[in-house]
């Protein structure tokens, strides 16, 4: 497990933002009424699509390893945005606020395994890159 675990939550990870961002950018995507309540300022077909094309990058990047540093600080600026909902559509978000989520407050609150799955991600390919700085370093 120890060998194979984090390439496992890193692939998918990048399955799930793939799927989710091309759903997005088909218009087939069930949080699209969500994202359009929440971003109300945008136009929503040209925001969800764009919204969709960022998730399908962050999904890609995180299966191309020397990318992975990169792609976990747009996945977590991703994810915080993510919880906006919670702020501004309450009524939406819980039946009783805050102990009583709706489906859509659990499907938020859910990105809390995403963002610690992230960080796990993180821990262990900043691990080789900072090491890899390191040995850069040391040769010059």
């Known amino acids: ?8 939550m890193r692939i998918s990870l990048a399955i799930v933002y793939v799927w ?3 759903l997005k950018i088909f218009g087939m995507s069930p949080a699209g009424d969500l994202v359009e309540q929440t971003v109300y300022w945008f136009k929503p077909e040209i925001f969800i ?6 998730e399908v990058i962050i999904g890609l990047g995180l299966l191309i390893k ?7 600080v747009l996945l977590l600026m991703h994810m915080a945005i993510t919880f906006f909902p919670i702020f501004i559509l309450k ?9 009583c989520p709706t489906l859509v407050g659990q499907y938020i609150i859910k990105n809390l395994i995403l963002i610690s799955g992230a960080l796990v991600i993180a821990a262990k ?10 040995s850069k370093l ?3």
């Open 125 to 134: 390919y900043n691990e080789k890159y900072y090491a890899e700085i390191n």
């Open 91 to 99: 009524t939406v978000c819980f039946d009783a606020f805050p102990y």
């Open 20 to 22: 989710f961002g091309a």
């Open 49 to 54: 699509p764009i919204l969709g094309i960022c």
């Open 1 to 8: 497990m120890e060998k194979h675990s984090v390439n496992m």
């Open 66 to 72: 020397r990318f992975i540093p990169y792609t976990i």
């Open 138 to 140: 040391i040769i010059k």
